[in-house]
């Protein structure tokens, strides 16, 4: 079974920096569409970058020219570069992947997965 890891969430002030990674492990032939969604306090998680398999990128506006979505094919990975970072910046931060993977038996699944979320928090 795939699964997604998240890690690089924390603290920081007003104005400051994070970078956010995600791993995929288990048996993955290949990851399509990779993103990343926050969730504040009482309120709907909302998708804040994607990018393509092929690499094309999108963002939400609230933080174009802020933040960078980048991924590592060879890594299975997709990182989040979080640049003057604002106080409502702070929420849990989930990365997304659409996963094909495969089973013991070389049977192939298409898997929706999620990780687990980490915490930013950015202090005015």
């Known amino acids: 079974q795939v699964q997604l890891v998240e890690s690089g969430g924390g603290l920081v002030q007003a104005g400051g920096s994070l970078r956010l990674s995600c791993a995929a492990s288990g048996t993955i032939l290949s990851i399509n569409a990779m993103a990343w969604y926050r969730q504040a306090p009482g309120k709907q998680r909302e998708v804040v970058a994607g990018?393509?398999?092929?690499?094309?990128?999108n963002y939400v506006d609230s933080v174009k020219g802020r933040f960078t979505i980048s991924r590592d094919y060879a890594k299975n990975a997709v990182y989040l570069q979080m640049n003057s970072l604002k106080p409502e910046d702070t929420a849990v931060y989930f990365c997304?992947?659409?996963?094909?993977?495969?089973?013991?038996?070389?049977?192939?699944?298409?898997?929706?997965?999620w990780g687990q979320g980490t915490q930013v928090t950015v202090s005015s």
């Open positions: 990018i393509s398999g092929g690499g094309s990128t």
């Open positions: 997304n992947a659409d996963i094909l993977g495969s089973h013991s038996g070389g049977s192939t699944y298409y898997s929706n997965c």
